[in-house]
């Protein structure tokens, strides 16, 4: 069975500062890894997707590797801004027809 | 990528009464799925709804508990029926995109009292 876990599970850090966040899991027999955001109370933004054949993608201040053979995952943000702030959610997906299976989160405070 | 809607955003419920939850897409999709996330707690997946066949429940969730419905494919339904308080979450709907990504919908906060 297919567990996602997160680390830190929460993190604060002044405006500014680069970060990462990290996700590891243990089948590493996946298809892709998708990474999401949530503000509070509020459904889930998608912000990146890196299929099991990518290294790394990149979308602004946004970049996401993905090391298969070893069960992990990062979300690097540059610069991070105030309205970064919200909780971040990676989940890995086995195959076309599959589920996904969420990380525990990682909510992010970034203050000013 | 999808554009998702859902109906209500929230709703305060009393125990043992039922709730109806819809989700909208804005194009055809094969897959939807409904979603729970109870309070501080990651997302766990109800149930899997393709149109023209029964959901597909995952383990710990019953279609009498969570019936769900599939009419078309830009359309379903989730209902929580009996609620008690431990149903207090956000349900989710989401999309697949072609095998490839998911997409979620704002969600519905449900407390029950």
């Known amino acids: 069975k297919q567990e996602v876990t997160q680390i830190p599970a929460a993190l604060s850090v002044p405006e500014g500062e680069n970060l990462v966040l990290n996700c590891s899991f243990t089948d590493s027999a996946i298809y892709n890894l998708q990474w999401f955001r949530q503000d509070p109370g509020k459904g889930l933004t998608s912000l990146l997707l890196?299929?099991?054949?990518?290294r790394e993608q990149t979308s602004g201040r946004l970049n996401a590797s993905l090391d298969k053979s070893s069960g992990r995952s990062t979300l690097y943000i540059a610069a991070s801004q105030p309205g970064d702030s919200a909780t971040y959610l990676c989940a890995v997906r086995a195959g076309t027809a599959s589920k996904l299976t969420f990380g525990t989160g990682t909510r992010l405070q970034v203050t000013l | 990528s999808a554009v998702i809607s859902q109906k209500p955003s929230r709703d305060i419920c009393q125990r043992g009464t039922s709730l109806t939850i819809q989700c909208q897409v804005d194009?055809?999709?094969?897959?939807m799925f409904w979603y729970r996330q109870q309070p501080g707690q990651s997302l766990t997946l109800i149930a899997t709804a393709n149109q023209g066949s029964e959901a597909t429940y995952e383990s710990g969730f019953v279609i009498d508990k969570f019936p769900i419905s599939r009419p078309n494919l830009t359309f379903s339904t989730l209902t929580v029926s009996n609620m008690s308080p431990e149903d207090s979450s956000i349900y989710l709907c989401s999309v697949d995109i072609g095998g490839y990504e998911q997409y979620f919908g704002p969600g519905t906060r449900l407390t029950v009292t």
């Open positions: 890196i299929q099991s054949s990518q």
């Open positions: 194009s055809q999709v094969t897959m």
